[in-house]
């Protein structure tokens, strides 16, 4: 079976959008292409729904991880597994709209990419009393597109530079989001360089993706998108707060730091100490920025520090430091200030204005970074 590309699809617990995700690739344009699924040790019975409702479909293939080992290394597996040129990304609770994945792979191939940045999304708005159904392509009055990439918009396909240090510029400052939903990849790439998402399960992609960035030979940024990320009210509500997801997350930054060391041994740009220092430095404020923080703010940094599991965690990877650094930690966790919570009613009213204004004029409404 020749296979243009392979969509990896990591799968945990997410029963009830998986066959939306499924069907959203199965319905392409690009017909030459496989649905790669990697059960994560569901508990919720996805893995015996895809087989009820993939099984006979030869171009879904399924499997099952021996433990649970989070999105990266589901991921890891389906690669592996994969027979496409090239690689795509979906997530169990997304969608895509039919042409994405042929005007992706049309692109590579015109202009022999081996990494394609697609630097637009659609996303479900995030407002209060927006109630989604699944079916988000007959949703599309809940659906604004979105640009990931900060700076000018893309108006025409564009080749990054080979210069390592500009790409790692124009990374740093946000020009090249991280997230893999909106890239495409030629498999030789990963599997020449050894290119491996890390056992993490925070910023995995992030890192998947720097090993990408500083790699590739031809990067090719284009305008567009057509992924939908599926973000509703249940997905804001960040559920109960305890001790130990405030540590399981600053366990994570150690890891990132140890993954990172790892990645460095491969290329010789990347461990260049100053070059090693910027990107553990940016990784570590992203999960600081958008991770902890809202998490030691919801629990409360008194909460945090009278735990027992927090002491025991300091100790054990700090030793006779741990004293001092938890110090440290908590001085300057208590000095933030509070973060507003991810759903504002007066910004989402301002949002909900805005979006039916362009649209009364005819216009695509994109919410963009700053």
């Known amino acids: 079976m020749n296979v243009d590309v392979s969509v990896v699809m990591p799968l945990y617990n997410a029963k009830n959008y998986l066959k939306y995700a499924v069907d959203s690739v199965l319905n392409q344009t690009l017909k030459s292409i496989e649905v790669v699924i990697v059960d994560d040790c569901s508990t919720d019975g996805s893995l015996d729904l895809c087989r009820e409702l993939y099984g006979n479909d030869p171009r879904v293939r399924l499997f099952r991880q021996d433990k649970n080992g989070g999105p ?22 997304d969608e895509m709209l039919p042409d994405n994945l042929r005007r992706m792979f049309e692109t590579a191939k015109k202009h022999d990419a081996d990494f394609l940045h697609n630097n637009q999304i659609r996303v479900t708005l995030m407002l209060e009393d927006c109630q989604l159904s699944p079916e988000l392509l007959n949703e ?18 564009e080749l990054l530079t080979q210069d390592l240090a500009q790409r790692l510029a124009l990374w740093k400052e946000g020009r090249l989001q991280w997230s893999v939903c909106n890239k495409m990849i030629r498999r030789s790439l990963i599997l020449d360089n050894g290119l491996f998402f890390p056992s993490t399960k925070l910023a995995e992609d992030t890192m998947f993706c720097l090993q990408c960035l500083l ?12 992924y939908i990320v599926r973000r509703d009210n249940a997905s804001l509500t960040r559920g109960t707060v305890t001790p130990d997801k405030a540590i399981n997350i600053i366990k994570a930054q150690l890891q990132v730091v140890k993954n990172l060391q790892a990645i460095a041994e491969n290329i010789p740009f990347l461990k260049e100490q100053a070059n090693f220092s910027t990107v553990v430095n940016m990784i570590l404020k992203n999960i600081e920025d958008f991770s902890l923080r809202f998490t030691i703010q919801d629990l409360g940094t008194g909460n945090l520090r009278k735990s ?3 002491s025991e965690f300091f100790r054990s990877a700090f030793g006779e430091n741990s004293p001092y650094v938890e110090f440290l930690f908590f001085q300057l966790h208590e ?9 504002d009613t007066e910004a989402s009213e301002k949002l909900r204005q805005a979006i039916k204004a362009a649209r009364a004029e005819g216009k695509e409404f994109v919410l963009k970074k700053d």
């Open 335 to 343: 000095t933030y200030p509070e973060i507003p919570k991810p759903v």
């Open 215 to 226: 790699t590739a030979k031809n990067y090719v940024l284009m305008p567009g998108g057509w």
């Open 308 to 310: 027992e599991i927090t």
């Open 72 to 93: 990266g290394a589901a991921r890891n597996r389906a690669i592996a597994e994969a027979r496409g040129e090239y690689i795509a990304f979906i997530d169990s609770d």
């Open 140 to 157: 599309q009055d809940n659906i604004v597109t979105c640009q990931l990439d900060s700076g000018p918009s893309l108006t025409a396909v």
